[in-house]
C-alpha cells in the first residue's frame, strides 16, 4: 500500500515556475514507477510525466508532447519523495494535478493503482 500526498500547488502568472512535490509513504518507494498526471475542467485526466523505479542511479523519464522542455520530473528515494519542476508555464497548464505510483511505468492512468489528491495549479495570463 502507498499514500501520496501532493504539495506545491498555486497560482502563478504566465511564463513563471511552480515545483510540485509529491511524498510517499511505506518503505518501497524507490521500486515504484512514479508519474505525474492532471485534469482540467471538463477534460479527461491526461499524462504528464513519469520516472521509472528500480533504486538504481540512472533512471527512465518520459514526457507528454505538450510539457517536453518546460517541465522536469525527479525524485529523491531517501526523502520518498517525487518532484515536477514546472517552467515557462501557459494558461493551458491550468489543472488539478496528481500524483501516481505502481510497480509498471506507463503514460496512461488507468496503469496506475496508488493516486494522490491532487494540487491545484492556475496559471493566469
Known amino acids: 500500500q502507498v499514500q501520496l500526498v501532493e504539495s506545491g500547488g498555486g497560482l502563478v502568472q504566465a511564463g513563471g515556475s511552480l515545483r510540485l512535490s509529491c511524498s510517499a509513504s511505506?518503505?518501497?518507494?524507490?521500486?515504484?514507477?512514479m508519474g505525474w498526471f492532471r485534469q482540467a475542467p471538463g477534460k479527461e485526466r491526461e499524462f504528464v510525466a513519469v520516472i521509472t523505479g528500480g533504486g538504481g542511479r540512472l533512471y527512465y523519464t518520459d514526457y507528454a508532447d505538450s510539457v517536453k522542455g518546460r517541465f522536469t520530473i525527479s525524485r529523491d528515494n531517501a526523502k520518498n519523495t517525487v518532484y515536477l519542476r514546472m517552467n515557462s508555464l501557459k494558461p493551458e497548464d491550468t489543472a488539478v494535478y496528481y500524483c501516481?505510483?505502481?510497480?509498471?511505468?506507463?503514460?496512461?492512468?488507468?496503469?496506475?493503482?496508488?493516486w494522490g489528491q491532487g494540487t491545484h495549479v492556475t496559471v493566469s495570463s
Open positions: 511505506g518503505r518501497t518507494f524507490s521500486s515504484y514507477a
Open positions: 501516481a505510483a505502481d510497480l509498471v511505468r506507463g503514460t496512461k492512468a488507468s496503469e496506475y493503482a496508488y
